[in-house]
């Protein structure tokens, strides 16, 4: 697995842990070199979002959910904290508290 990352300076984040942001701008070279075309995401998805640098993949447990899906622009990720959780919360507070300093990342499969 590929990780992707991007700071949240398109980002929204309301009081109740709800986020939108833009993941991926189509048509641009990103911070890692590459370049993603629209298309790229396959249509809509739902997704867990994973606790801090991707955790969940070592056994932290999810600290929201969300589904990402494209626009003209590029990958758009619709999410909400679990803030019932001490992990959701101290999540979204981190993100709250980082603002547009913040990055967050997405995997994928190593592609050429």
Same mark, same amino acid.
């Given at each position: 697995m590929e990780k992707k990352t991007f700071t949240l300076k398109d980002a929204k &984040?309301? *009081?109740?842990g709800a986020f939108t942001a833009i993941f991926a701008r189509f048509n641009v070279v *990103?911070?890692?070199g590459d370049l993603t075309l629209p298309g790229a995401f396959g249509g809509e998805q739902r997704v867990i979002i994973s606790a801090y640098g991707h955790g969940s993949w070592q056994? !932290? &447990?999810?600290v929201g959910k969300g589904r990402i899906f494209e626009? !003209? *622009?590029g990958g758009i990720v619709e999410g909400q904290f679990n803030l019932k959780t001490t992990a959701g919360r101290e999540t979204y507070e981190t993100v709250k508290f980082t603002g547009d300093l913040q990055e967050f990342s997405y995997a994928l499969p190593e592609i050429d």
């Open positions: &984040l309301t *009081d109740e *990103d911070k890692q056994g !932290a &447990l999810p626009n !003209a *622009d």
